[in-house]
């Protein structure tokens, strides 16, 4: 057991190092002083790296805390309308006030999703306790309907093209230096999960328990939200809508440790950081020197592991 961290942390060291030496652009790592490879060092492969593992880790911790929040597995931050509703907060201060700066995009982002997570939260707490899969089902059925109305709006402002870059595209090959480093905000919101952990794994026993325990629920479930819906709405408004990530990681984790969530959440960071940056990696390698969009890539490997999750039983509750 002691061994499982070693080898983790080797492997994401080993991905990472991979992620700086492969791209169209042919450097040696070997000559960092060379003028040219640092140049494509610290101008995109460096900025990629650190957003591709930023995004991954952060949509990992999004995923143990919504799936908190609900009390069900089988739920992630892009299968609850966050993503799209994000999507639609930008669209609608597109529109509105199209030469605001991005940080007010963000904002208008992150409150759209933020009410777009209430309203699947207000919908969840509606649905019969026993009905496990009722919970997934709604998630993607209110994706589902503003997906298709931001897809509408866009249409009639004939902004396709722009609003396909958020809920379609979900790929690093514009990252660039000061074209990720909002991400770090993302980070620091999942940062701020893992200090609540004890909270979120208290509130995952139920209103009652919680409520019992001298656990003020609302608090914790408004500190959710917030966490789940800055998370999404930077990581939509960078790079778009990446699949699967806060779904199957946070899964395959509790199967190994359990549902202690002070100790799993930094492995649930490492693992969403190493499973994003393995799919960029595939997709760059693929068809080289051209890319493959990493949310195709987790959307077939995502996909498996997630029917995988479904089928196999729990090693352990």
């Avoid at 919970?135 to 609003?163: C, N, R, Y």
């Avoid at 001298?214 to 778009?240: E, K």
């Amino acid at each position: 057991m002691k061994a499982r961290p070693l080898v983790a942390g080797l492997a994401l060291a080993a991905l990472t190092l991979a992620s700086l030496g492969v791209g169209a652009a042919q450097i040696d790592l070997r000559g960092a002083g060379d003028g040219w490879t640092t140049l494509v060092l610290m101008e995109s492969r460096l900025p990629r790296t650190l957003a591709v593992l930023l995004t991954g880790a952060a949509l990992a911790v999004a995923g143990v805390v919504i799936q908190s929040l609900v009390r069900n597995r089988f739920v992630g931050p892009d299968t609850a309308g966050t993503g799209e509703s994000a999507a639609l907060g930008l669209l609608g201060i597109t529109l509105l006030a199209p030469a605001a700066p991005i940080w007010i995009k963000m904002v208008a982002a992150s409150l759209a999703a933020m009410a777009g997570t209430a309203l699947f939260l207000a919908i969840v707490r509606r649905l019969p306790v026993r009905e496990v899969m009722l919970v997934p089902i709604a998630g993607l059925i209110l994706s589902g309907i503003i997906g298709s109305v931001v897809t509408w709006i866009a249409w009639e402002a004939d902004l396709l093209q722009f609003v396909n870059t958020w809920l379609m595209s979900g790929e690093f090959s514009g990252i660039i230096a000061g074209r990720y480093e909002l991400l770090w905000i993302a980070g620091a919101a999942a940062g701020l999960a893992w200090f609540a952990a004890d909270r979120f794994a208290i509130l995952s026993l139920g209103d009652q328990v919680a409520t019992g325990l001298g656990l003020s629920t609302r608090g914790v479930m408004r500190l959710g939200m917030v966490v789940v819906s800055v998370v999404s709405a930077l990581v939509v408004t960078t790079v778009g809508m990446i699949p699967f990530v806060g779904l199957v990681v946070p899964n395959i984790v509790a199967r190994v440790m359990g549902d202690n969530l002070r100790a799993s959440i930094p492995v649930v960071a490492a693992g969403g950081a190493g499973l994003l940056l393995a799919c960029d990696l595939i997709g760059r390698i693929v068809r080289h020197p051209y890319e493959i969009p990493v949310g195709t890539i987790l959307g077939i490997i995502g996909s498996v592991i997630f029917l995988w999750l479904l089928y196999r039983p729990p090693v352990r509750g």
